[in-house]
């Protein structure tokens, strides 16, 4: 396991400082994290075992998403042919429908830095398009097998992918829910983005676990999302632009853009302005013409949710 691996994305909390001015709406800033939480929680499990299924089933319980990365020439179409012990084409087309996210962890779970670019192509791009095919869903993010990569593997996996995973920590098997939990809280409170590195685990730690993660994500402002959403929030977030057309006592006009390079087509998950204002709020409205902007009360603040296209968008409250 490399030593240079992160235990924690770090986050950046942009505009903090507007957020002390008593008495004066302070300046909107883009959330460190969609719809305005303040930490992420990600879970990805590792090579399509048909275990995962049931992890699958358990989110679902309890409404949380995660990521989920097959290996394409370990799946099959059926379980009557290729590899029994894995998860098949149409299950993970129907997990990807419940809204868990279906990555790419390859072609054949080679070490990246050993193979040729021809092969380099059929692991990191051909198996992309396999999974677009088969699932229906371009996979956002790539898990690097053995988290092993170098640059000229980097450079063709972001061609292809919004995000790329290496080693996070792992959390597996009969990890004890209190010490998952532990460091969940951690996250929390220092507002960064944890993700989990997992093969497996067992369902009833896992269940115990889910259960504080989930009163997390409501009382807590816990965003608990797949890596690659996560990872496309945060690269937009940096990369975009605020710009605050008119403001006065209760209302706004504000635009958020993105740089050319980032190109609508690819970069489009919604991101989130927060404006704070004098509280008690008892309505916020958001005038935009083309849908789904949205706005939400947060206390002295309002959450509001758009896609990074350049248009105007107004929001009034009282
Ligand atoms: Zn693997």
């Not at 994290?33 to 303040?38: A, E, L, N």
């Not at 087309?93 to 990246?112: Q, W």
């Not at 309002?302 to 896609?307: F, G, K, M, R």
Request: net charge neutral.
């Amino acid at each position: 396991m490399p030593a240079h691996a992160p235990r924690f994305h770090t986050s950046i909390l942009i505009g903090l400082g507007a957020l002390g001015c008593a008495g004066e709406p302070g300046q909107p800033f883009i959330a460190a994290y969609q719809d305005g939480k303040v930490a992420a929680l990600s879970f990805t499990f590792d090579d399509g075992h048909r275990t995962h299924l049931a992890t699958a089933a358990l989110l679902d319980q309890h409404g949380l998403r995660a990521t989920f990365y097959p290996v394409t020439s370990w799946t099959s179409d059926a379980r009557d042919a290729g590899d029994r012990s894995k998860i098949t084409w149409p299950e993970w087309k129907d997990l990807a429908a419940r809204g868990h996210e279906i990555g790419n962890h390859s072609a054949s779970h080679p070490d990246l830095r050993k193979c040729d670019d021809a092969a380099l192509e059929r692991e990191c791009v051909a198996s992309a398009n396999l999974i677009t095919a088969k699932v229906g869903i371009a996979p956002r993010s790539f898990a690097y097998p053995f988290c092993k990569s170098d640059d000229r593997s980097r450079r063709l996996v972001l061609a292809n992918h919004l995000a790329a995973r290496g080693y996070f920590p792992l959390y597996e098997n009969d990890f004890p829910a209190a010490k998952a939990n532990a460091q969940v809280d951690d996250a929390i409170a220092k507002g960064a983005w944890m993700t989990w590195l997992s093969h497996g685990i067992n369902d009833v730690v896992f269940n115990e676990h889910l259960t504080h993660v989930a009163e997390k994500a409501k009382s807590a402002g816990l965003w608990v999302a797949p890596f690659g959403l996560v990872a496309a929030y945060r690269q937009e977030r940096d990369q975009a632009k605020l710009t605050v057309i008119e403001r006065t006592a209760n209302s706004i006009r504000l635009t958020l853009t993105l740089s050319p390079e980032m190109p609508a087509t690819r970069w489009n998950i919604p991101l989130t302005v927060t404006i704070p204002t004098r509280s008690p709020l008892s309505e916020a409205t958001v005038n935009d013409p083309v849908p789904p902007a949205t706005a939400r009360i947060d206390g002295d603040r309002i959450q509001v949710t758009l896609v990074p296209d350049g248009r105007t968008v107004s929001v009034s409250w009282r």
